[in-house]
């Protein structure tokens, strides 16, 4: 959508999607069939840090949850703005506005409006990726995440 919509705001970006998971094939049929090879590329990485540093943007689609997203979490701590589907915890992440975009409806349409805010400001960047560092570290410590791990065990036994 961004690329057939706005083909002056993508220009001179490359896009990347890892994984080579049961879909990857038909991932690589569907971005050559819409034409967009020469701005997708889609390959794998052992390692990610090396990715995230040179990476500007991360972007999950991930439909139910994004809590804990090793990979998002990763991505932030190198500076990567996120633009995310809002769903289950994914704001304790991302901050709309602040340190990314979040997309309400996942349709492509809002993805890419989301993707096109982002592209649209390249001044913000150095907020965002300041922002999703201190989320990482000030937010996200272990200290939090044992926190939240007792919080949601404990409801559980109440409930029980």
Request: hydrophobic letters at 50%; charged letters at 25%.
């Given at each position: 959508?961004l690329?057939?919509d706005?083909?002056?705001?993508?220009?001179?970006?490359?896009?990347?999607?890892?994984g080579?998971g049961?879909?990857?094939?038909?991932?690589?049929?569907?971005i050559a069939?819409?034409g967009?090879?020469?701005?997708v590329?889609?390959?794998?990485?052992i390692?990610?840090?090396?990715?995230?540093?040179?990476?500007?943007?991360?972007?999950?689609?991930?439909a139910?949850e994004n809590?804990?997203?090793l990979?998002?979490l990763?991505?932030?701590?190198?500076g990567?703005?996120?633009?995310a589907?809002d769903?289950?915890?994914?704001r304790?992440?991302v901050?709309?506005?602040?340190?990314?975009?979040l997309?309400?409806?996942a349709?492509?349409?809002?993805?890419?409006?989301?993707?096109?805010?982002?592209?649209?400001?390249?001044?913000?960047?150095?907020?965002?990726?300041?922002?999703?560092?201190?989320?990482v570290?000030?937010?996200?410590?272990?200290?939090?995440f044992?926190?939240?791990?007792?919080?949601?065990?404990?409801d559980?036994?109440?409930?029980t």
């Amino acid at each position: 959508r961004l690329v057939g919509d706005e083909p002056e705001l993508v220009r001179g970006w490359r896009f990347e999607m890892y994984g080579q998971g049961s879909l990857a094939r038909e991932v690589a049929e569907r971005i050559a069939a819409r034409g967009l090879s020469s701005f997708v590329t889609v390959t794998k990485a052992i390692d990610m840090a090396p990715v995230f540093a040179r990476a500007r943007l991360f972007v999950s689609t991930q439909a139910f949850e994004n809590f804990t997203s090793l990979a998002m979490l990763e991505a932030m701590s190198a500076g990567n703005a996120v633009i995310a589907e809002d769903v289950g915890q994914t704001r304790e992440f991302v901050r709309d506005g602040e340190n990314g975009h979040l997309v309400v409806d996942a349709s492509p349409e809002a993805f890419a409006a989301a993707i096109a805010a982002y592209l649209r400001h390249p001044d913000r960047h150095d907020a965002m990726a300041d922002a999703s560092r201190a989320l990482v570290t000030r937010v996200h410590t272990i200290e939090h995440f044992a926190e939240d791990v007792l919080a949601f065990w404990g409801d559980a036994a109440r409930r029980t």
